[in-house]
């Protein structure tokens, strides 16, 4: 183990020559930071942390230096001297050069590691920052202290929410889950809260160990899938929590040397799809063991009692642990190296029986114990139940179509769907989609038989040809085409091989096994029938590509055809490179994202929409020199068009022509052996092949013979292993194939019930939609209702008040008759007393009674303005019954319980019509003997001549135009003055005349006025109000 001291030094190399791991510690290099002027003392790193990409490291010390590792380049920087020790740190993941760290002042600072400038600056915590947790898309982070938990936006530094708890119960972490937008809070009472990010809803919480635990969870860790929680603390034991079920899997029980759990951490690994089965465990003797949860062995443990480990932390790719050692220096452990005892063959098959007598019984059914060689499980004796292990995580299965089913969990429908949406699958995902789109079997028994078979003959010198300067990636290249030459003959004659190979070596050149089952798979697939006219180019694909071009471009075919461009051509460079030299990496991965995800035609497609979408430029081109380069370099072109339009072509291109109907559907490779690929000339290949085998074979002949027997009993040996391995392989995949349907048709059942309860609740929300609808019309209605009557009301009220005007104005004219009466009756006794004295007084009479005329003229007047007035009155009232029709009908469309109040209202309305009749009928009568009188008085005036008969007509007129409580008075009671008995004699005959021409006076007033009433009424008749009517 190599060691590095940083000294004073603010920038260099990490290791001097090539690190070689120890052999059994697995140490890289031990790096120190030692003060200037002080040997003997160092300054203590406190925290690390890796980048995403798991080849940088962080590293701060206790005096505020902070430091970054490039392990690919071996290259170590000062970043940034904060002054002050640092808590936290985290790379942010959205700006690979930035990363936070948190500070003893309880603040957090973002920094960039190019700039070494401050980026922003965060206060809002009272205690200690304890952990840092960066969302997946880096936009977001979360900050932890005891008391408190804080969201900060990434984007702008600013916080989002905050996180408040009790002194009394404490947070221990919170933290984002990986894949997800879940929260996890984790509290010192044990308790744990799930929140969905988004709103900060609680998702669910964990519910308290059924076994009845004391165990005080401190620590935690999360598989990168999200599926797996371990939780741990001063006891020995672990907890696993499936956070899909909410539901403790297991406890497993470290080994009695510790008490104690101080930090837990998942070991990645590149091909277990997230569901990570490593666990790091450092308890509080210092010694870091790395346990599998599923079967509970030990695997291997780095640190020891002298040189005890404070915290760790492992790279996201799962190729360097990183360690904060006791005595404060930094080591850098290689996994490969930690785990080469572990990928050493499987031990043999053959096995002795032991006695488990002497075994002491399980006391938790849950509790597994960790063993180095082993998984100890609880059981019991005879008198009891054998235990087993249980309570495994429940996966939810689709119920889609198998065939749309890929490996780890995916789904090809729902691949397309995001294909469509995005255009291409995430960078960090895409190996892992592609590893699941083509079914990769990652059969490696046969891939280390072809890897065993050694350098094929036609690649020996395959450096001569292409001169890579890597020497890892030639290494590679020649691996996996001799590899393919092994499998299949046909590839150690195909000239364009390493060039259909070279993109995926490059892209898989760290997993071999991948790399060539990614080729094989294509070239079973989506390279079918090209080696039919060996060693010619495929001319029957070729013609599937022309006649699809004709159909959709013949203008531009007509072109290439023109100048001799045939499809070996402006086709097959395309094919054969499989567009790597046309095409950026990025636009690169971008098309096989889409090809590998629909029909091997579709390959096909991409190169006529290729075609097409390179018209322009080639319309314009004229040499056979120029079609061949075009066809070779990279072009300006839009790789988003030509996916759009390949698909376009895959819906348009008629069937008869379409290569679906030649090619045949994806068939991923057999697991166990690879298939046996033929489609070839045989002859012309076997022929060149037995050539270079007869050479061979005369070379090993000799040996041959030697180890013939040795080799016999050698394969018989593999084959028994191998047919012993295949028939055990088979039942597990039959027992696990039983235990998925079992799983299908329980969710299948639980689907179904939440239909069932789904159904039920829309129909109850139908219901209540229904009641409130219902609820609404009924309020609308009353509403209605009453404000028709508040209309009836104001109506009521407008009649009452024009009926008290109507008899203000009776009033008013009852008072004018009286004065009029009392002046009359004064100026009879002014003309009684005046009678004697001046008979020329009597002229002046008769003008005051022309002034009365035309004062009885203007009531006259008046009481046609009333009749007016009444006839407005009547035309209100119908319009009145017209409303009150149009409120019934309204009305009536209503409830009928409302029908015996509105016929209520209904009788009180007639009544008071009734009585607004009765009163108007009264005051028409009494108009009527008015008029009477008045036309009596003025005929009577007419005929009498003499100043006494008018005397005696304005008298009888008096008496007649009284309020009707004076009677007629006799002729023996009327008297024309007050004059004594002593008067002359001569006037007591002129008396006597007088009282006879009055009597006979009085009778014709009588007759006249039976006559003037009679005719009155029949021409001046009171006007009849109709009936009021309620119309339904």
């Not at 020199?625 to 996916?643: G, P, S, T």
């Not at 061979?696 to 041959?704: A, G, K, N, S, T």
């Not at 009359?824 to 009479?845: D, G, P, V």
Request: hydrophobic share 35%; aromatic share 8%.
């Amino acid at each position: 183990m190599q060691r590095c001291d940083l000294g004073g030094r603010e920038q260099g190399p990490v290791w001097h020559r090539k690190p070689k791991p120890a052999a059994r510690q697995g140490a890289i290099v031990n790096i120190i930071h030692s003060a200037t002027g002080y040997h003997s003392k160092t300054i203590r790193f406190l925290n690390v942390a890796f980048d995403s990409s798991g080849d940088s490291l962080l590293a701060g010390d206790h005096q505020g230096n902070i430091y970054v590792f490039d392990l690919n380049g071996n290259r170590f920087n000062l970043v940034q001297r904060t002054m002050q020790a640092c808590t936290a740190l985290a790379f942010n993941l959205r700006r690979k050069t930035e990363f936070l760290v948190a500070l003893a002042d309880y603040s957090i600072k973002c920094f960039d590691t190019e700039t070494k400038e401050l980026v922003s600056w965060m206060r809002g915590h009272d205690s200690s920052v304890s952990s840092i947790s960066v969302h997946g898309s880096g936009k977001y982070a979360i900050t932890t202290s005891p008391d408190t938990a804080q969201l900060w936006d990434l984007d702008t530094f600013q916080r989002k929410r905050k996180l408040n708890v009790r002194q009394s119960v404490g947070i221990q972490k919170v933290f984002f889950l990986p894949l997800s937008n879940t929260i996890l809070s984790c509290f010192k009472d044990n308790s744990v809260f799930a929140w969905e990010f988004d709103t900060l809803h609680c998702k669910y919480q964990l519910p308290t160990p059924v076994e009845g635990s004391v165990l005080l969870y401190k620590v935690f860790a999360v598989t990168r899938d999200g599926r797996i929680f371990v939780a741990g603390g001063k006891s020995n034991h672990l907890h696993l929590w499936c956070l899909e079920s909410k539901q403790l899997l297991r406890i497993i029980q470290m080994p009695t040397k510790v008490r104690a759990v101080r930090h837990l951490e998942f070991l990645p690994d590149s091909f277990d799809g997230g569901s990570n089965q490593v666990l790091g465990v450092l308890s509080q003797d210092n010694i870091m063991r790395f346990i599998n949860i599923e079967t509970c062995k030990l695997l291997f443990d780095i640190g020891s009692h002298e040189e005890g480990i404070s915290t760790a932390a492992i790279s996201p790719n799962g190729r360097y642990i990183a360690s904060v050692m006791e005595n404060g220096s930094l080591n850098l452990y290689s996994v490969q190296a930690l785990t080469q005892e572990l990928n050493k063959p499987p031990p043999p098959l053959f096995k002795v029986v032991e006695d488990w007598s002497t075994c002491k019984l399980g006391t938790n059914k849950l509790t597994m114990r960790v063993t180095s060689g082993r998984s100890e499980r609880p059981w019991k004796s005879r008198g009891n139940k054998i235990q087993t292990r249980s309570l495994k995580p429940q996966i939810n299965t689709s119920l889609e179509n198998k065939e749309n089913e890929l490996p780890g969990g995916l789904n090809k429908k729902r691949l397309q769907a995001l294909l469509k949406g995005f255009g291409e699958y995430p960078a960090k995902y895409r190996m892992f989609v592609w590893r699941s789109l083509l079914q990769l079997p990652e059969n490696h028994l046969a891939f280390s038989n072809l890897i065993d078979k050694g350098t094929h003959s036609a690649f020996v010198h395959i450096q001569n040809e292409y001169p890579i300067k890597s020497r890892k990636l030639l290494r590679v290249l020649q691996r996996t085409l001799s590899a393919l030459a092994h499998w299949s003959a046909i590839f150690g004659e195909t000239p364009y091989i390493p060039l259909l190979a070279f993109p995926f070596i490059k892209l898989f050149q760290n997993n071999q096994l991948i790399c060539f089952e990614v080729v094989a798979t294509v070239v079973v697939n989506f390279c079918q029938h090209w080696f039919e006219y060996f060693p010619n180019p495929p001319v029957n694909v070729l013609s599937m590509v022309e006649n699809i071009l004709a159909h959709h471009d013949k203008e531009l075919l007509q072109h290439l055809i023109k100048y001799n461009v045939t499809s070996q051509v402006y086709a097959w460079p395309l094919l054969e490179t499989l567009f790597s030299e046309v095409l950026t990496r990025e636009e690169w991965l971008k098309v096989f994202d889409n090809i590998f995800s629909n029909h091997p035609s579709y390959f096909l497609m991409i190169v006529v929409a290729y075609v097409i979408c390179s018209r322009a430029p080639l319309l314009h081109c004229n040499q056979t020199e120029d079609f061949e380069y075009f066809f070779h370099h990279r072009n300006n072109l839009d790789i988003n068009v030509v996916i759009k339009e390949a698909y376009h072509l895959m819906e348009s291109t008629p069937v008869d022509i379409h290569p679906q109907r030649m090619l045949d559907d994806f068939i991923p490779l057999t697991k166990g052996q690879y298939p046996v690929f033929n489609k070839y000339p045989k002859f012309i290949v076997d022929y060149q092949t037995q050539e270079r085998e007869r050479i061979r074979q005369d070379e090993i002949e000799y040996l041959r013979e030697r180890q013939l027997v040795h080799e016999l009993e050698a394969k018989a040996q593999a084959r028994k292993v191998e047919d012993e391995a295949w028939y055990r392989k088979q039942e597990l995949l039959q027992e696990a194939e039983e235990q998925r349907r079992k799983m299908l048709l329980e969710e299948e059942e639980k689907l179904a019930e939440q239909r069932q309860r789904l159904a039920a609740v829309k129909r109850e929300l139908k219901i209540k939609e229904l009641q409130l609808l219902d609820a609404a019309r009924q309020r609308f209605l009353k509403y209605q209702q009453d404000q028709r009557q508040m209309e009836l009301k104001r109506l009521d009220d407008e009649i009452a008040r024009k009926a008290s005007v109507r008899e203000q104005e009776t009033a008013a004219a009852a008072q004018d008759v009286e004065v009029r009466q009392m002046e009359l009756e004064s100026q009879r006794q002014l003309f009684e007393q005046a009678a004697e004295e001046n008979l020329a007084k009597a002229e002046q009479k008769c003008i005051d009674t022309d002034w009365r005329m035309q004062a009885l003229h203007k009531l006259r007047c008046e009481d046609q303005d009333r009749e007016e007035h009444y006839k407005e009155i009547a035309k209100l009232l119908h319009d009145n019954r017209v409303k009150e029709a149009e409120l019934l009908r309204t009305l009536k469309e209503a409830e009928e319980k409302k029908w015996q109040e509105i016929a209520q209202k209904k009788a009180q309305l007639e009544a008071e019509q009734k009585a607004a009749a009765a009163a108007d009928e009264h005051r028409k009568q009494f108009l009527e003997e008015e008029m009477n009188d008045a036309l009596e008085l003025a005929e009577k005036l007419q005929k009498e001549d003499g100043c006494f008969e008018r005397l005696h007509d304005l008298k009888a007129g008096h008496t007649e135009t009284g309020l009707g409580f004076q009677q007629v008075p006799k002729p023996g009671n009327v008297c024309l003055n007050d004059l004594s008995v002593s008067e002359s004699s001569s006037h007591d005959r002129r008396r006597e005349e007088l009282a006879r021409k009055e009597w006979e006076l009085m009778a014709q007033v009588r007759q006249l006025r039976e006559k003037l009433t009679s005719r009155a009424r029949t021409r001046c008749s009171p006007t009849r109000f109709p009936a009021t009517k309620w119309t339904p």
